[in-house]
């Protein structure tokens, strides 16, 4: 099949597992990105599908090849390093013309492409500039067209855009997707920043601890989480534990909530409801009740803290569905079983 | 207050170290052969003399040869060394490593000794390109220090970038390794050269009966009395030790390679 | 870039050719000169393969003991008044514009690569009689008639600690680099001067620096093989002196060769307490 694939792919460092059996297949043409804290094992993961790292056990293959042990130069693949990596002896042109030269390309060919590239990258006329001269955002977009260069089959980017300030990283993650969607190149990208997953991928890979805990379109990420680390970890959440009795009632700290179902045979549970999805009732009108503690009014949205037995709930709201509430009230805050998410243990 | 001091105190350091080569300066430029100061009469012939008299241009040769040979040997020894350290994972090769600056760290009549006794046991004693060999050995530290700082200073990605772009491990070293590493392999070179340029004991144990480097032929002199192209020599030499470390400091970036690490961990 | 073990013949070859020559022309040579030191000396210069002890026996005569006790006063002396100039020095250099740190960084290397001879050279000119810092006091009328000041003890101690002063100002250069400019600057918003702030904050901030570049010095002024050769009397000869002497001009290599082992040994326990004081720093 064309595309990628891992199979059980195992990474030991000593006696630390640094990626634990992993399987994932990454279909021709899709963008991925691996997403996670540090240290849950993606930048590990990349680097043996760069063939920087070698697997302590399983497969990768790429169109089916079995590429495990081919070494990294002869895998023709595009990758962006977290610190560019740029050739600091070499001008423009030369970083980006330099995977061709060194196959022996002609100089005209090494020059048409170059310019190709460089237009690309909205750098024309750049390519005898030394690349000290060259700004962050200048030198992120180098950094890419010199990946390019080869038309590789594979496109892999280690937190490409970390140096860059917040305004020009949002830019940069719009002009990457519409790049990659252009060329249709399988692109895997390794980030910590969930709105840069959420912005660029057709299908996120949230990992922890060196495993895959969800790999899915953004919105089913987010709307459907698969367990408590995925629902924590994309966005804002409140998790609440919640119980069954044997007629499969559920309450939710003591308060039924009717129509909410759990897995057969299940007694306990946690379920995850987005901050958004909490409605403030006047007291003692929805299925819970409790006391504001603080408001955070951020201008675009307004937070409410919400102390309910001895949990703490999170509701946000826009300006327009302003609640009139103040700290120290009490309220009632309104459950309906479609916003729970009951994740899996 | 405290800068009129700091002046001060900067002001007798330099002329600590600035007085004897003043005088020397100074004795160099004697009209007669006299050891005077202040100098009696002006005349620049005593400069012509280090080229024109035989003796001194033939120790002069000598002492450019070596340097020029013992510290392209040096580097020779201490590049692939240097690299070798920095390429792989083999903690036992770090032996090598302790072994190229033992011979610097240790007093030099050690060193010297040590091959003056080898050299007499393998029956070469007093051939001229043993001291080329013996210089090599002695200096190789100056290179091994500097292109150790130099791999450290290069950011491993590179050479991670190039292998993802298709370089082999050979085209890696010579398009993204050697570039780099050039300035500290030039530095290097240049403190070995220095160096042996004025080294005296192991050139004059080793080949001391059958050459004569500069400072052998000074040493010599010295014993026998004064003259003052030992004046003017010693001017040369420091003169060219100052250009060449000017070269070294205008083209390198010398604080670092003194600093060491500092600038790198910032 | 993945660091891995070598594991063929081929990642091994850069090794080759300097473990070869390390081996062939530093560690044999150590070696022979180990073996040359229990050698039987013949007359004439010569020396036979033997195993004895006779060169080793020597160093129990009171003229060595004396000859011991003076090189290892000298190198103290010179380590302590290079130290103490020196210190003040670097850590102001440290903090001055990089362009007036090049500057004496390159005066500073030019003397350090200067030969002992031409030190030496330089030194007995200063102190000469008919050339010498004399005539200057005389001519400031300071001095009524010029005098030669060597040898002496003091000309050989000048001539060392000249030697040694720009050695000492390097070795104490990268630590100083390092130094948190902030701790001094803390301690000026605390109410100290800048001299109190250096002795309080920077000396003892820099304590294992100090012992360390101390013990570097006295190693250092302990290879130093003319000097006291040239601007002092025999007397004033240290270990060094003595070792080119006897390998030299008596020819006695097998004597020569037991006191440079004898000095290796010296040096290396010194290494070793360096490095002892190091790892202390480390761990504190």
Redesign the interface.
């Known amino acids: 099949m064309s595309g990628l694939a891992l199979q059980n792919v195992v990474k030991e460092f000593g006696a630390f597992k640094a990626v634990n059996d992993v399987d994932l297949t990454v279909p021709h043409g899709t963008f991925v990105c691996m997403l996670g804290p540090s240290g849950c094992g993606k930048t590990t993961l990349l680097r043996m599908i760069?063939?920087?790292?070698?697997p302590t056990s399983g497969a990768i293959r790429l169109d089916g090849e079995d590429i495990t042990r081919v070494?990294?130069?002869?895998?023709?693949?595009?990758?962006v390093?977290?610190?560019l990596?740029l050739?600091?002896?070499l001008t423009v042109g030369e970083n980006i013309a330099?995977?061709l030269?060194?196959?022996g390309a002609p100089k005209e060919d090494q020059k048409k492409r170059v310019e190709e590239l460089l237009s690309m990258i909205h750098l024309s006329g750049y390519a005898d500039r030394p690349v000290s001269k060259l700004s962050g955002g200048q030198r992120q977009r180098v950094a890419i067209a010199?990946?390019l260069?080869?038309s590789p089959k594979l496109f892999?980017l280690d937190e490409p855009l970390s140096a860059l300030d917040a305004k020009l990283r949002e830019a940069m993650q719009v002009e990457l997707r519409q790049l990659q969607q252009k060329l249709g190149i399988t692109t895997i990208v390794v980030t910590h920043d969930q709105r840069e997953a959420m912005t660029m991928a057709d299908t996120v890979v949230v990992m922890s601890g060196g495993e895959i805990r969800q790999a899915a379109s953004p919105i089913e990420i987010y709307r459907r989480p698969a367990d408590s680390f995925v629902a924590d970890f994309i966005g804002q959440t409140n998790l609440i534990e919640v119980e069954s009795d044997t007629r499969n009632h559920v309450t939710v700290l003591g308060q039924p909530v009717p129509g909410l179902q759990l897995p057969p045979g299940a007694a306990k549970a946690t379920i995850s409801i987005r901050p958004e999805d909490v409605h403030l009732t006047a007291p003692g009108a929805g299925a819970l009740t409790g006391t504001v503690t603080f408001v955070r009014d951020l201008g675009g949205t307004i937070e409410t803290f919400v102390e309910a037995g001895d949990r703490q709930i999170v509701a946000v709201s826009t300006p327009r569905e302003r609640p009139e509430v103040s700290v120290g009230q009490q309220v009632g805050i309104a459950l309906t079983p479609d916003v729970c998410v009951v994740l899996r243990k | 207050m405290t800068s009129v001091y700091q002046k001060l105190y900067f002001f007798l350091i330099g002329l600590f170290l600035a007085l004897p080569l003043i005088v020397v300066a100074g004795v160099s430029v004697n009209q007669k052969q006299t050891l005077a100061f202040p100098p009696e009469g002006f005349s620049t012939s005593w400069y012509g003399e280090i080229f024109l008299n035989p003796e001194w241009r033939n120790a002069l040769f000598a002492s450019v040869t070596l340097a020029l040979l013992s510290a392209a040997l040096a580097v020779a020894i201490a590049l692939p060394l240097a690299w070798f350290l920095w390429r792989r994972v083999a903690p036992w090769a770090n032996i090598f490593q302790l072994l190229g600056v033992a011979p610097f760290t240790l007093p030099p009549v050690i060193t010297a000794l040590g091959l003056l006794t080898f050299w007499a046991t393998a029956g070469f004693y007093g051939q001229p390109w043993t001291a080329v060999v013996s210089h090599a050995i002695f200096f190789v530290t100056l290179p091994l220090v500097t292109l150790s700082l130099g791999f450290t200073s290069i950011d491993r990605s590179l050479v991670e970038a190039a292998a993802t772009m298709g370089a082999d491990e050979r085209t890696i070293f010579r398009t993204v390794v050697l570039p780099l590493i050039l300035p500290y392999i030039v530095s290097g070179y240049a403190f070995a050269f220095v160096l042996s340029l004025n080294e005296y004991i192991v050139a004059y144990m080793t080949v001391g009966f059958t050459m004569e480097t500069l400072p052998i032929k000074i040493f010599n002199a010295l014993r026998y009395g004064y003259t003052p192209t030992m004046a003017s020599v010693t001017v040369l030499f420091v003169s060219t030790a100052a250009v060449i470390f000017g070269l070294v400091a205008r083209f390198g970036d010398l604080p670092k390679l003194l600093g060491a690490m500092a600038s790198d961990q910032k | 870039m993945r660091r891995e073990p070598p594991q063929t013949f081929g990642d091994y070859s850069p090794l080759l050719f300097p473990a070869a020559m390390l081996t062939i022309f530093f560690v044999v040579p150590f070696g022979t000169m180990i073996a040359v030191s229990f050698f039987q000396r013949q007359q004439g210069g010569f020396y036979t393969p033997a195993f004895v002890f006779d060169n080793y026996e020597r160093f129990l005569s009171a003229f060595f003991g004396g000859v011991l006790g003076f090189s290892l006063m000298m190198a103290i002396a010179v380590a302590i008044c290079c130290v103490v100039l020196a210190l003040p020095f670097t850590y102001l250099l440290t903090r001055m514009a990089r362009r007036v740190q090049i500057v004496w960084l390159v005066a500073l290397l030019s003397i350090l690569s200067l030969s002992e001879v031409i030190i030496g050279f330089a030194w007995s000119t200063l102190f000469s009689r008919t050339a010498g810092i004399t005539n200057i006091l005389v001519a400031l009328g300071l001095m009524s008639e010029a005098k030669a000041l060597t040898p002496s003890f003091a000309a050989v101690l000048t001539g060392m600690v000249y030697q040694a002063f720009p050695y000492t100002v390097l070795v104490l250069f990268p630590a100083l680099v390092r130094l948190d400019p902030t701790l001094t600057e803390a301690a000026r918003t605390l109410g100290a001067s800048p001299p109190k702030a250096f002795f309080t904050v920077v000396v003892p901030a820099l304590r294992n620096t100090i012992v360390a570049t101390l013990i570097m010095v006295f190693i250092f002024a302990l290879g130093s093989y003319l000097l006291p050769q040239l601007l002092g009397r025999p007397q004033h000869w240290t270990l060094s002196v003595l070792i080119t002497d006897q390998a030299i001009y008596q020819s006695n290599m097998p004597f020569a060769a037991a006191m440079a082992v004898f000095l290796v040994l010296v040096t290396l326990g010194l290494v070793a307490l360096t490095v002892i004081a190091g790892r202390k720093g480390e761990a504190a």
């Open positions: 760069a063939g920087l790292d070698l070494p990294t130069h002869k895998r023709n693949l595009g990758m390093f977290q610190s990596a050739f600091p002896h330099y995977s030269r060194i196959r010199r990946a260069a080869i892999l």
